[in-house]
C-alpha cells in the first residue's frame, strides 16, 4: 500500500501497517473505536491491530543467548568487520572452537 503526503512525497507500508492504517482510517483515527470494531465479518478484522492473530512471541535458548553475546563480543573486539557474511562465518567458528 501506498499513502500520499502533503509534500507529494509517497510512503510504502508492510501489509500489516496498511491494514491498520485501513482500519484506523474505518474507524475515524481512533485506537479505540479500532479495538471496539463491531465489524466481525470484516476480513481484516483478526490483523485490525497490526499483528498478526495466534503469532507467539518465540524465547532465545540459552545457548543461542550464548552464542550472540559470544558473536556481540568478538565484532565489538574488532575481530569481524562489517564484511561479506562467509568471512564472518569463519571467524565465529574460530571463536566457537576457542570456547
Known sequence: MTCGTKD???HL???MKAIRRKCLDCAGG???EVGLCPAHNCSLF???FGKRPGTVKREATPAQIERLKKAREA???GR???S???ENRNILADTQDEG
Do not use: C
Open 8 to 10: 507529494g512525497k509517497f
Open 84 to 86: 561479506p557474511l562467509s
Open 13 to 15: 507500508y508492510t501489509p
Open 80 to 82: 569481524i568487520s562489517d
Open 30 to 32: 481512533s485506537s479505540q
Open 75 to 77: 565484532r565489538l573486539n
Open 46 to 48: 483478526p490483523f485490525r
